[in-house]
């Protein structure tokens, strides 16, 4: 099971909350969360490649290995776009994250492109 710690943006947020839950889906492979919220042609550019349709994006979060904690350091909205950031540990590695989502629409209910940095 993953660590998972929370930021403390969130708080009255539900925009800052569902980019925190998007964050966290694509690294603990929640692709059945991700499948409800995800256009059918979203964009997920990530290090290393980009994934063009929704279904490539579930198939690339599935090829993901899970971590063994995530911690989300700071998550912020506005309007259609939200970002968030953080540090993950796989085994002995750890890794800087940083995920831009953008919503289809102010209502956040709907993701057409994230753009994804690791390092």
Known sequence: MVQVNRSMDCGNSPKNKMVEHIAIALD???????????????????????????????????AVNKPTSLTVDHVMSHGKVGAVNGNVKRGKSEQRFCHVIEFTSVKCNRVCRIESYSG
């Not at 603990?28 to 994934?51: M, N, P």
């Open 28 to 62: 603990t492979q929640d692709t059945d969360f991700l499948s409800s919220i995800l256009d059918s042609e979203a964009v997920w550019s990530y290090v290393g490649g980009t994934a063009t349709t929704s279904e490539a994006i579930l198939d690339q979060v599935g």
